[in-house]
């Protein structure tokens, strides 16, 4: 009767054998490997993290290249766009500032000298005029002041001079007239009129003359200047 009723229950109830708990495991086992790959919140691969060739491709290589790149262009952009000027108002009024006090002490021309003074005021830089309205400015023309009254000064030294004195006490308004068109206008006109007697009293040949060249360029030099800062 026992041995009827064990071969007459039905197979889900027999013990487990050691091949369906093996089968478990295994399935346990895969479903434990695949689990993480299926969730929304895996961590990356291993080899998408730690892939050394990509990261120093991605990081290091194209990023530097790109960035080296437009780095050397914006150097270039700005080398180009920044690049200073040989003609700006700086400079032009430098060479006529040098040109002027050249012009006063040099000989070989007739021309009425005493027009390089106002001329020298209306184009000196900012910085010569600050530092003759300057300490060190006033004391220079107290010391020429001083040589000039124990001692005689020939004619060209004194032009400097006066042009110091000039623009030390020139008021306010007289010097607003620089750095604009008014005050261009007239410094082109006297330099048009120092070029006119000069060119005029001397033939062409004899401005060029060993003796009258240093003059002539100076003028030349004067003209063009003043000619350039009213434009």
């Given at each position: 009767m026992a041995m009827a009723m064990l071969l007459s229950s039905p197979a889900s109830a027999s013990p487990?054998?050691?091949?369906?708990?093996?089968?478990?495991?295994?399935?346990?086992?895969?479903?434990?490997?695949?689990?993480?790959?299926?969730?929304?919140?895996?961590?990356?691969?291993?080899?998408?993290?730690?892939?050394?060739?990509?990261?120093?491709?991605?990081h290091h290589g194209i990023?530097?290249?790109?960035?080296?790149?437009?780095?050397?262009?914006?150097?270039?952009?700005?080398?180009l766009c920044y690049a200073p000027a040989p003609l700006t108002t700086s400079n032009l009024q430098w060479i006529s500032t040098v040109s002027s006090i050249v012009l006063m002490l040099a000989k070989g021309t007739a021309v009425p000298k005493s027009y390089i003074?106002?001329?020298?005021?209306?184009?000196?830089?900012?910085?010569?005029?600050?530092?003759?309205?300057?300490?060190?400015?006033?004391?220079?023309a107290f010391l020429a002041l001083l040589i000039r009254l124990f001692f005689y000064i020939p004619g060209e030294?004194?032009?400097?001079?006066?042009?110091?004195?000039?623009?030390?006490?020139?008021?306010?308004?007289?010097?607003?007239?620089?750095?604009?068109?008014?005050?261009?206008?007239?410094?082109?006109?006297?330099?048009?009129?120092?070029?006119?007697?000069?060119?005029?009293?001397?033939?062409?040949?004899q401005s060029f003359d060993q003796g009258s060249i240093v003059a002539t360029l100076a003028i030349i030099s004067i003209t063009v200047v003043s000619l350039?800062?009213?434009l």
């Open positions: 487990p054998t050691a091949l369906s708990h093996l089968n478990r495991q295994q399935q346990s086992s895969i479903s434990f490997i695949h689990l993480p790959s299926l969730s929304r919140s895996s961590p990356p691969s291993l080899s998408h993290t730690f892939n050394p060739l990509r990261s120093f491709i991605g990023t530097s290249f790109s960035k080296s790149n437009t780095g050397n262009r914006n150097a270039a952009f700005r080398i003074v106002p001329l020298f005021a209306l184009q000196a830089p900012a910085g010569v005029v600050s530092w003759i309205k300057g300490r060190y400015g006033v004391w220079t030294l004194e032009l400097p001079f006066l042009a110091l004195l000039l623009v030390m006490i020139a008021p306010y308004e007289a010097m607003k007239l620089r750095h604009t068109k008014e005050g261009a206008v007239v410094s082109l006109l006297i330099a048009v009129y120092l070029a006119f007697q000069h060119f005029s009293r001397t033939s062409l040949q350039l800062l009213l």
